[in-house]
């Protein structure tokens, strides 16, 4: 038996009154489109097919080659729209998996449950209901007196006594793959010139066919999204759904209704997560750290027993045991290895700061690479713009800059160079030498350290 999946995303998604594609919506740092298609992709044998219309390309380009393509033009409901995935799975597959892309908080159990109802039963239809006060425009299930699936009643032709139904349809269907495209094209138009995918529910029934429900058990993943308001409705479900997932796992998050955490992160045993912190895209926190107040990290890598407060860090590293903030800023490339502090107001942009270096206070670290122990006094600058090139420094291991240090770059301050406070540094520092002054002298040799 094999397995074919459908997304639709040809939809026209007026109710966003937005330029962009309502499945190109972020949510918890991904696209819309990408929940549905990750969750199905491994429950399918073949690519997904996604069906695309409005802005057939831009959505395209976002999936890439995870999914294959049909496109929808014009776009005449639903049931069409799964018609034309015909070409690419007539024949290739048995069962059929559809989902609409606006659905996005639709688990891979949901699916899996669906296809094992199905599969169990030989139905020709298997879909998802809940059962709902809030009826949200889903399209009502009537069943007949018996309790079986009769009919779904979109709300746009239903009648007062049909819209009080409270069996919601969720939107997500397992099909015969046969009788699917043999049903498809025999379904009747609509009112207002659409062909409805929920109107073969009826088509089934009269036939005499199989047809299965299956009951939502997390009202949460029937979360669809028609507008701006039910983005943060999904949003709100998401973030509670993935800081439950890290609690359950070991991190302590001191208020969940604060923290954002995408999907795309992963946090270490025992780290402590507080208010207002951001933890975006390709992150990964070790163990035993404290995030926040106030922090936002993406794309950055952090080790074990770190602690950042109040700070912004973007496509950095960070090692084990560090130390940043508060009012921090980690930008591009900025490496900083074990045991680095970094304190109050400080910028480092592609830099490497070696283990156990110190750069307490002010200080603009840009193009450098620096050796252990180092001390970064108070207000140290790298000038590394001359206004057409950056020029890289390069400080060797247990240097001592004073505050409010100019390092003018290109420079290099050899192993166990001092630099006094207020020095402007436009030449090289030798090993274990003292430059003093602006622009800055060597004054002193100094002596060297014991072994
Ligand atoms: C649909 C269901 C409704 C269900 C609800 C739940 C139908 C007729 N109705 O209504 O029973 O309760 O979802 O989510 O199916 N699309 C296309 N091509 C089209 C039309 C739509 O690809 O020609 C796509 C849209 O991009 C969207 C999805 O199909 O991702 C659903 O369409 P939408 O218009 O949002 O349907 P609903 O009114 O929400
Ligand atoms: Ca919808």
């Known amino acids: ?268 045993q025992d780290s402590v997560i507080l208010p207002n912190t951001y933890l975006m895209g390709n992150t990964t926190i070790g163990e035993g750290c404290q995030i926040g107040p106030n922090t936002i990290v993406k794309d950055t890598q952090i080790g074990s027993r770190c602690r950042v407060t109040f700070s912004v860090l973007e496509k950095a590293i960070i090692e084990d045991q560090v130390d940043i903030g508060p009012f921090a800023h980690l930008r591009e490339g900025a490496h900083l290895a074990q045991g680095v502090h970094m304190g109050n107001f400080g910028e480092i942009k592609n830099s490497y700061l070696g283990p156990g270096t110190k750069m307490g206070h002010f200080s603009y670290i840009g193009d450098a690479t620096i050796g252990a122990e180092v001390n970064i006094g108070a207000g140290t600058i790298t000038c590394n713009f001359d206004g057409v090139r950056k020029n890289p420094t390069e400080i060797g291991d247990h240097v001592f800059i004073g505050s409010d240090s100019m390092l003018v770059a290109p420079i290099k301050l050899g192993e166990g160079a001092r630099t006094g406070a207020g020095a402007v540094v436009t030449k090289n520092v030798p090993d274990y030498s003292l430059a003093v002054g602006v622009p800055a002298r060597v004054i002193r040799k100094l002596a060297k350290p014991d072994g």
């Open 1 to 268: 038996m094999k397995t074919g999946s459908i997304i639709l995303a040809a939809g026209k998604s007026t109710r966003m009154k937005s330029a962009i594609p309502k499945v190109l919506h972020v949510l918890g740092g991904k696209k819309m489109v990408e929940y549905p298609l990750e969750v199905l992709t491994p429950l399918s044998d073949l690519k997904p097919v996604v069906i695309v219309g409005n802005e057939a390309e831009t959505v395209q380009k976002v999936i890439g080659d995870r999914a294959q393509y049909a496109l929808q033009e014009p776009q005449l409901g639903t049931a069409h729209a799964v018609l034309q995935a015909k070409p690419l799975l007539d024949g290739k597959v048995d069962t059929i998996l559809v989902a609409y892309a606006d659905m996005p908080l639709i688990s891979r159990d949901t699916f899996q449950q669906i296809l094992e109802t199905h599969q169990t039963h030989r139905a020709v239809m298997t879909l998802l209901t809940f059962q709902s006060e809030k009826a949200r425009g889903f399209g009502r299930l009537l069943r007949d007196e018996n309790g079986n699936p009769r009919e779904i009643i979109e709300e746009s032709v239903a009648t007062q006594e049909q819209l009080a139904l409270r069996e919601l349809n969720v939107g997500v269907y397992c099909f015969d793959a046969a009788w699917l495209w043999e049903a498809l094209p025999r379904i009747p138009v609509s009112p207002k010139g659409e062909y409805f995918l929920t109107d073969l529910l009826s088509s089934a029934v009269v036939a005499g066919k199989m047809v299965k429900t299956v009951s939502l058990a997390d009202p949460d993943e029937a979360i669809g999204i028609n507008n701006r308001i039910h983005l943060a409705e999904a949003e709100a479900a998401l973030r509670k759904r993935v800081n439950n997932h890290w609690m359950l796992g070991g991190v302590t998050i001191l208020d969940p209704a604060t923290t954002y955490i995408e999907t795309t992160v992963t946090i270490g």
